[in-house]
């Protein structure tokens, strides 16, 4: 039976479950909620930035280093469906994140809630953010 009316999904720290293992979830384009966190992500596991409906997004803890969220920004740049409705980003500890990520970051205009604690993001990367959401 297919999930497609989903609306909040969390797996987080499941670990029998790979990225590449997440993309039977493209049908699930109604999720609001979607927490991976704990779950290694490659940079081919982009099957979620076109969720036009989520709302809350969590990636601790699952290696996803700057250029992720640049794949994930990209769509918006392009004025395609994507996470233009997102309100909470959660992607700390992954220190491989850097100030390079905070560019990519501010792509998300609805955030209302940001948590990049145990990131390499430093004083000057949450300057610009601060900037950015003032």
């Known amino acids: 039976?297919?999930?497609?009316?989903l609306l909040v999904?969390?797996?987080?720290?499941c670990p029998g479950i790979v990225g590449e293992d997440l993309q039977p979830l493209s049908t699930l384009t109604s999720l609001c909620r979607l927490d991976l966190s704990g779950i290694r992500l490659s940079p081919r596991v982009t099957f979620f930035f076109g969720f036009q409906q989520l709302?809350?997004?969590?990636?601790n803890s699952t290696t996803i280093r700057d250029e992720f969220?640049?794949?994930?920004?990209?769509?918006?740049?392009?004025?395609?469906p994507g996470l233009s409705?997102?309100?909470t980003l959660?992607?700390?500890d992954n220190p491989q994140l850097t100030n390079a990520s905070t560019h990519y970051i501010s792509a998300f205009t609805q955030l209302t809630l940001l948590d990049f604690q145990n990131t390499n993001i430093n004083s000057v990367g949450s300057l610009f953010l601060?900037?950015?959401y003032e």
């Open 1 to 5: 039976r297919k999930l497609t009316s």
């Open 9 to 13: 999904l969390d797996l987080s720290h």
């Open 55 to 59: 709302i809350s997004l969590a990636l």
């Open 69 to 80: 969220l640049r794949a994930a920004t990209t769509r918006l740049g392009l004025n395609l």
């Open 85 to 87: 409705n997102l309100r």
């Open 90 to 92: 959660s992607i700390g």
């Open 130 to 132: 601060k900037g950015v």
